[in-house]
């Protein structure tokens, strides 16, 4: 990999103030100056010139010759005083103009309506029986989001409290048998949750490999008898849920203080949550009890929209959130389980999930939890600042956990202004990154409305970020690019489930699903679906005589694949396919074929 000297420089001149440069030559050249005229006067003593050769022992040459010498060493003591005096006074005007451009930059955000601290992210909760993080069963989570002893205590306690809802996963690989096309296989991830749940009830848990004597599933009856026990086991707890979920506000307790450090402990167990419905679910429609199905199903939609703040990190867990609820939905599709009502009860929750309309105020607020950690270190010694940052997502506590050693205090001696002065010019040039972004996802936001989705992805080079958004830009930034297209992809696929939902409402009147996604119109929907990506109908083909469909997306990349997914770029250098597909077949009664293995084999 070759070096690209251009960009080099122009990343070198980021990260120092602006005059920080004439600075430090002006600082570097008195030094020269000074360190040349003492080599010259100490010339006629060779020790003592050797001595003034070398930067260690060069003090010790100074004072010999003002010892020795008197009124000539005036000029390179001159000279060492001048460059101090630079370099002090250069420092504090350079930093003195860094921070006013950083306190206009942020007025000038504030001015436009951009919300830059965490003032205005703390709520008040007056009526504490309204709010779903107050609620008995929940609130033991809320509390683990606190720093302190009750925190503590509640972050330790936190996996026997919601052991029940913890997805029962058995530590063996279990290998499918592979049909014609298994990437395009809806229902595959729900075969190996539900055989993974009931192997891992029956399978001892210290075992890596499956055990001889054991009597593991081979057909529905023995993993639905499996699975039972778990499931019992989970229903106080679904309910006590169920019943939290029923409140009307949403206000977790989040430290905003904190900043990049906020815990954040919420989020694992809301996913959990969704498995666990899911698990219930599938179990369910397997037992052929549609009411309890269509129950918890709607539990599981319901946790997902449960998104406790527009964190970019809290978006994405319900991504994925909202994934998992829809493996459930699919399911019962698939078995016919319910009917007409239930079925546009279902549609009317998909509804509510809009993620890629999300994106940009999860970049604001990430941009204001930045703030909150960032923006304080502008004052501090460099020294800590490194600490700080080094200990990031650990025990931040805002303050030095150490009393500074001898050579941190001489550093921030002479380095801390000229370091805090670059340290603002980042933090303001890193701001400037994440308004580009912010004002990119706006701009794709409306022209979602109109435009094709494949025209308005977006991506940002990291390379971009760290020459023209300096170095914490580079650190901060990058990790966001990939945002949107998670976000755009989860909305088409909530789109494919919403469809396939007319075209099981169809199959529920007709006894048979539709030849063309034309005939949906007008007795199930308005207009013919179209793909979010190309605002043009979505691929679609009746299968199985019409008892089944093919039904999908082009996806990212805009382009037809036949409904093909990689999950790798091709060797070729072909396109990689990543359509996004739906596929609907007639349910075999049967437990698909699998093999147990060890998870290392």
Known sequence: MGFDMPSLFHQFLNLIPEGGAWLLIATLGLLVVGWISTIVLTARTKWL?????????????????????????????????????????????????????????????????????????????????????DHPFLKPLATAGTKGESGEQARKEMGDR??????????????????????????????????????????????LEPVEGISYPTDREAVLKALEPTIRAMEEDLRQLSEALSRPQQIYPHQWEEGFNMLLPQLAKLKAFSQATTLSTLYHTWKAEPEKAFQTAKLGLRTAEVRDSALLISCLVQIAQVRIAMNAIDEARCHHLWGEEEWVSIQEQLEAFRMIDLMDDSLRMERAIGHATMRPMVDRPPTEVMRLIQGMGQDFSGTPSDEPALWEKVSSL?????????????????????????????????????????????????????????????????ALDKAQSKAVRSQVEITLTQTSIDLERYYLRQGHYPERLENLVPGWRDSVPVDPMTQEPLFYKSLSQGMGFELYSVGLNGEDDGGRYQTKTPRDGSRQADDLL????????????????????
């Not at 609907?584 to 147990?596: A, E, F, T, V």
Request: charged share 20%; aromatic share 10%.
């Open 582 to 601: 739906l596929i609907h077949l007639p349910i075999s009664q049967s437990l698909p074929k699998y093999q147990l293995g060890n998870r290392k084999g």
């Open 162 to 207: 919601y052991a029940s809802l913890e997805l029962p996963r058995t530590r063996l690989r279990i290998q499918l048998e592979k049909d014609a096309n298994p990437e395009r296989s809806g229902l595959r991830n729900n075969q190996e949750m539900i055989l993974s749940s009931a192997i891992h009830s029956i399978h001892p848990e210290d075992a």
């Open 414 to 478: 002479f380095l801390g202004r000229f370091w805090q002065a670059c340290y603002a010019r980042q933090w303001r040039l890193c701001l400037k990154g994440y308004q580009e972004m912010i004002s990119d996802l706006n701009a794709a936001e409306e022209a979602s409305q109109t435009k094709p989705w494949k025209d308005i992805l977006v991506s940002w080079d990291p390379l971009h970020f760290k020459t023209d958004f300096g170095i914490l830009a580079g650190m901060l930034l990058p």
């Open 49 to 133: 010139a050797l001595l003034a050769f070398f930067p260690p022992t060069h003090p010790l040459a100074l004072i010999a010759m003002v010892l020795k010498q008197g009124s000539a060493s005036l000029v390179p003591l001159g000279a060492y005083a001048l460059a101090a005096v630079t370099w002090f006074s250069g420092s504090q005007r350079i930093y003195q103009e860094q921070l006013q451009q950083l306190e206009q930059y942020e007025q000038a955000l504030k001015a436009d309506g951009e919300p830059l601290g965490i003032e205005g992210l703390k709520q008040r909760v007056d009526q504490p029986e309204e709010n779903i993080w």
